[in-house]
């Protein structure tokens, strides 16, 4: 099976912008509004915040790609952000990232703590943004957002032309300002022209924003010991109990 870190192998046909199958008929396309109609789509109706901002692989910090977070907060100290290539209405979903808050992050196991990212470096940068929403509404959430620490699994290898999600999961980490942390230029220039936003000012209107004091030794792991993680797929005889109470 195959590793996180290395291709799946042979794709399937189609032009690698959408998966393959053919276009939606308009039978089904009239199902699906009057499902939304009838549904209530509480989870969804939850995500409140647009978040746009980079990340690259941790088994290879030179795979940089852009990123699109859609926030729902379970409450002051988590966020689930389902992630997506782009904003567009035919976004494909890439992955998932579960974010909390510097007091939870701070109980979980040392082993746990090397999975997960820090923050601080992304919104002090400009690097995360809220699309077409005032830097002086963005202000008052990035204080809080500056202290958080994210676990990021990338489900979907877009950038390497993944038709489908295939493969093990990837772990994600969060741009920095050391080595293979910094952002390409050009991705961040891309993003910039698209939303008509200039990351570098963004940068200087946020420099009063406190960040922690002491960041956790165990968060951004690969800056102190120039690892990665990379998930491996095996075969492995099925318990017949569950492990759990």
Not at 27 to 42: H, I, R, Y
């Amino acid at each position: 099976m195959a590793s996180s870190d290395r291709s799946p192998g042979p794709m399937p046909p189609g032009d690698g912008s959408v998966p393959p199958g053919k276009a939606m008929t308009m039978g089904q396309q009239v199902l699906d509004k009057g499902a939304q109609l009838m549904q209530s789509l509480k989870p969804v109706k939850q995500m409140s915040q647009h978040v746009c901002t980079f990340a690259m692989y941790s088994h290879d910090m030179t795979r940089q790609i852009e990123t699109h977070h859609f926030l729902t907060r379970l409450n002051q100290d988590f966020l689930q952000c389902p992630v997506y290539d782009s904003d567009d209405s035919n976004a494909r979903l890439i992955g998932v990232e579960y974010i909390v808050s510097e007091k939870v992050f701070n109980t979980l196991p040392a082993e746990e703590q090397k999975l997960w990212h820090s923050h601080a470096y992304e919104i002090k940068s400009g690097l995360w943004v809220n699309p077409r929403v005032p830097e002086m509404v963005q202000n008052s959430e990035l204080k809080d957002v500056v202290k958080t620490y994210g676990k990021f699994w990338c489900t979907w290898q877009v950038d390497r032309g993944d038709k489908l999600p295939l493969g093990a999961p990837a772990l994600m980490m969060s741009p920095q300002d050391v080595n293979t942390g910094i952002v390409k230029p050009e991705l961040v220039k891309k993003r910039d022209e698209k939303y008509k936003i200039s990351s570098d000012n963004m940068k200087n209107s946020r420099a009063n924003i406190e960040t922690p004091k002491e960041m956790n030794p165990y968060a951004d792991y690969w800056i102190k010991t120039g690892k990665g993680f990379a998930v491996d797929i095996e075969k492995t005889p099925m318990e017949l109990r569950a492990p759990f109470p």
